[in-house]
């Protein structure tokens, strides 16, 4: 394991009788970083963070939290965590400052430190004009507010949230993104989602599951680059030949988008400057040349495309 990480997870697998819910996954989190951890409904996401929060125990495989293993020592290992399920566990009877004063003694914070970890996490998470105000008569979005709160009440060197705006509306949506990334800043996070866009809003690095399995690990600048580097359209008023463009240097692959449009994948960056030059000696036309970037989308629908063609051929079946 990675003596570095605040969470090291290694060859993790989770059954529910015959049924594989996670298998053999093995991935880290280093300070200050935000990992999205992402994949289809049914992919194994929930079950995953309840085995590293310790609220499921591992058929196989370890966790272990800021050094401390969370079946072996789970008091200490659960002191570094804070967590917030997919359906927030909070109080509605109660007022916003009650939950969070029964959570912070629930977290054994220290009784001279509550209030000023509840003025800390209220700040945190722009709770202070509602600190008297029962939990029921809020919001959806300040209700997932004060379910980060509570997760962070013992200042936690790892923060999980799983699904965190489910059911929220897109300016709710904004103010929790904004809230992670600020997060973010200040310590460990992990966000369990299947929401494309708040990985890429959000998180430094992305883990795809699927069937519980591991299938892509990378940051999100390497995705970002990805395709810039190995994949160009160019658009040509007099093109030449596919073999004729196959020949200029760097070149890999020619693909045909239309009469005057190509896809060139290469494997150099310096094929636009070949490229640029050749145009003009030859008198192509250039006028349009366009990088390519891989979205998330584009690698996930990649990625799990096979499950959901799986899934749609069973159907037909039956």
Not at 50 to 75: C, Y
Not at 274 to 301: A, K
């Amino acid at each position: 394991m990675d003596s570095t990480a605040l969470v090291a997870v290694e060859n993790l697998s989770r059954y529910y009788q015959k049924n594989c819910a996670i298998d053999q996954l093995s991935f880290s989190l280093q300070p200050g970083e935000v990992l999205g951890f992402l994949g289809p409904n049914g992919a194994g996401k929930s079950t995953t963070m309840q085995v590293i929060t310790g609220n499921l125990a591992p058929s196989e495989g370890r966790v272990r939290i800021n050094g401390f293993d969370i079946i072996e020592s789970p008091r200490q290992a659960k002191q570094h965590i804070g967590y917030l399920p997919e359906h927030p566990p909070i109080y509605r009877e109660a007022t916003v400052d009650e939950y969070l004063k029964y959570c912070a003694q629930l977290r054994r914070v220290e009784r001279e430190a509550i209030a000023g970890a509840m003025e800390r996490c209220k700040s945190h998470c722009g709770l202070n004009e509602v600190g008297h105000r029962l939990i029921a008569n809020l919001s959806k979005g300040y209700q997932q507010r004060v379910g980060i709160a509570q997760a962070i009440i013992h200042n936690p060197t790892v923060v999980i949230l799983d699904e965190p705006t489910v059911g929220l509306d897109p300016i709710q949506i904004r103010e929790i993104r904004s809230l992670i990334k600020t997060l973010g800043s200040e310590r460990s996070v992990i966000l369990s989602t299947h929401i494309l866009s708040e990985v890429q809003a959000a998180c430094d690095r992305v883990l795809i599951i699927r069937e519980g399995k591991l299938i892509y690990s990378a940051s999100i600048e390497t995705l970002k680059n990805y395709r810039n580097k190995h994949s160009i359209t160019v658009a040509l008023r007099q093109p030449p030949s596919i073999d004729r463009l196959q020949q200029i240097d760097q070149v890999e692959q020619v693909e045909i988008i239309d009469d005057n449009r190509f896809r060139l994948s290469f494997h150099s960056d310096s094929l636009t400057q070949s490229l640029v030059q050749t145009s003009v000696e030859q008198n192509w036309g250039l006028y349009e040349l366009v990088p390519d970037h891989t979205s998330l989308e584009d690698l996930f629908i990649e990625l799990t495309q096979d499950e959901a063609t799986d899934v749609e051929n069973a159907e037909a079946v039956e």
